[in-house]
């Protein structure tokens, strides 16, 4: 039996066009000018520099007279289109990821790499002056390979033992194994090829020249690091029958090691990326002024040659089919370096309009820069002053930085949802978070305050908060316990 349903739906599909103009609204400044070089080097059509004889605008490649060729076959149909797809992160170009912090009025600079070794080739390099067989050289080197970058050796020896067995071909025991992690142990920085972060410490803290403290903060850390980890300074006092202050300069003592030494290898060429502000917001007069970083205003124009040969093109009698198909890639060359233009003008006033929208519903906050004037701010909120889409607000926000005359700062960190204070006010979380956090600078670090009695103390400010919210908000500022907080 067949049944007939009536099934209506309601679909958006989005062109190839206003993809790559949601891609472009997204970039920031650097990544931006990488897709730009990108851009001209893929399209010859497409120039930079202002040429006022022949820019763009004046349109007279586009004309009727080529339409008759236009080849239907090439044109790109809108059809199901995945925009997760389009946007996910696995379609990041490498370009993402570069850093150039130069503005366009900065002098021509290079930042030259100095030669260097690697973290584990300076680590062989120390073993090289170690007297040592062949046999415990391979052990040692094995060992060297198995160190992380934060300067650990997180396996079992059992398992190094079986894995060198396996994998190389070399025969040992566990005492062999541990006979060589001492020697390890003896490389720069103090502290490289611990198993643990107990071992790592004191590693260190035997490297160290022998004191009162140090001899105690060995002790404490030896057989007493539970204790220690939880700040139980009460128990160790009683434990070892000292002065809070003889205790105190022995957790200073532990204090100043590095709990990760492969990671302050000076060796590892770790690249630092700058931040170039998008955006730029100064006090002027006593009102704000917002500018647009200017690298994000490229002057473009459409080539002139390119133009040249479709009017040839055009003024010609015979027409080849070899002509024919030279004017389709000419017309499609110039159509998208139109195209680019315009997404790149579309790009600047999103941009422009949607910090802009920002900037005047923040402007408290921007002419003092007391965050605690911060109002609550959703996308929606700019969405529907500026006329424009939350997913693009999200697009700008996300992505972009505005420098301030309180520093430089990520846009979408002025977003907050909002909360009603004793007043019935709304308030913005981010204002509360501001006052929490400087109730936890300002207390007594010898008897910090519980998440209990910080929702009182924010209670009675006028924000009556629920101690799991004091917690979450905690965690969210990366503030410990209070127990991890407590100083001798």
């Given at each position: 039996m067949l049944?007939?349903?009536?099934?209506?739906?309601?679909?958006?599909?989005?062109?190839?066009?206003?993809?790559?103009?949601?891609?472009?609204?997204?970039?920031?400044?650097?990544?931006?000018?990488?897709?730009?070089?990108?851009?001209?080097?893929?399209n010859p059509a497409l120039e930079s520099g202002n040429d006022e004889d022949e820019i763009y605008e004046n349109d007279e490649f586009e004309n009727d007279d080529y339409d008759d060729y236009d080849d239907e076959s090439d044109r790109i149909e809108a059809d199901d289109i995945n925009i997760d797809e389009y946007l996910s992160d696995d379609d990041i170009p490498d370009y993402k990821t570069q850093a150039n912090n130069y503005s366009d009025d900065d002098d021509d600079r290079e930042s030259p790499i100095v030669a260097s070794v690697s973290f584990h080739q300076d680590l062989i390099n120390q073993l090289n002056t170690f007297i040592l067989d062949d046999n415990e050289r391979e052990i040692a080197e094995f060992l060297v390979g198995s160190i992380d970058d934060m300067g650990y050796i997180r396996r079992s020896i059992p398992d190094i033992v079986d894995d060198m067995a396996f994998t190389q071909g070399i025969y040992t025991d566990e005492e062999m194994v541990e006979k060589m992690l001492y020697v390890i142990h003896e490389l720069e920085p103090s502290g490289v090829g611990a198993r643990d972060l107990q071992e790592c410490l004191l590693l260190q803290l035997k490297h160290k020249t022998p004191t009162e403290y140090v001899d105690l903060a060995i002790d404490i850390i030896e057989n007493q690091f539970d204790a220690f980890t939880k700040k139980h300074y009460d128990k160790l006092i009683q434990k070892y029958n000292v002065s809070n202050e003889q205790l105190k300069k022995a957790v200073h003592e532990i204090e100043r090691l590095n709990p990760k030494p492969g990671g302050s290898f000076t060796g590892n060429n770790k690249v630092t990326e700058n931040v170039v502000p998008d955006f730029a917001i100064r006090i002027v007069d006593g009102e704000l002024e917002l500018t647009l970083n200017g690298r994000n205003a490229p002057s473009l124009h459409v080539s002139k040659d390119y133009q040249d040969m479709l009017r040839t093109y055009k003024d010609s009698r015979d027409k080849s089919n070899d002509q024919k198909d030279a004017v389709q890639f000419i017309k499609q060359k110039l159509d998208s370096a139109k195209w680019f233009i315009d997404a790149i003008r579309q790009r600047q006033e999103t941009l422009f309009v949607t910090m802009n929208a920002i900037m005047h519903y923040q402007e408290e906050y921007f002419l003092d820069g007391d965050e605690t004037k911060l109002k609550p701010m959703i996308l929606k909120d700019i969405a529907d002053l500026v006329g424009l889409d939350i997913s693009t607000i999200s697009r700008v926000a996300n992505s972009k930085y505005v420098e301030t005359p309180y520093g430089t700062k990520l846009i979408k960190e002025f977003f907050s949802e909002a909360m009603k204070n004793d007043q019935g006010e709304d308030v913005s979380t981010l204002e509360i978070k501001k006052i929490l956090q400087n109730i936890i600078e300002e207390e007594d670090k010898k008897k910090p305050y519980p998440d209990d009695q910080l929702a009182e103390l924010l209670k009675e400010k006028g924000y009556p908060i629920a101690r799991r919210t004091i917690a979450k908000y905690r965690e969210q500022l990366d503030i410990p316990v209070a127990r991890m907080r407590k100083k001798i």
């Open positions: 049944k007939q349903f009536l099934n209506l739906k309601l679909s958006q599909k989005l062109s190839p066009q206003q993809i790559q103009l949601m891609k472009l609204i997204q970039l920031p400044t650097q990544a931006f000018e990488q897709r730009l070089l990108e851009e001209m080097n893929e």
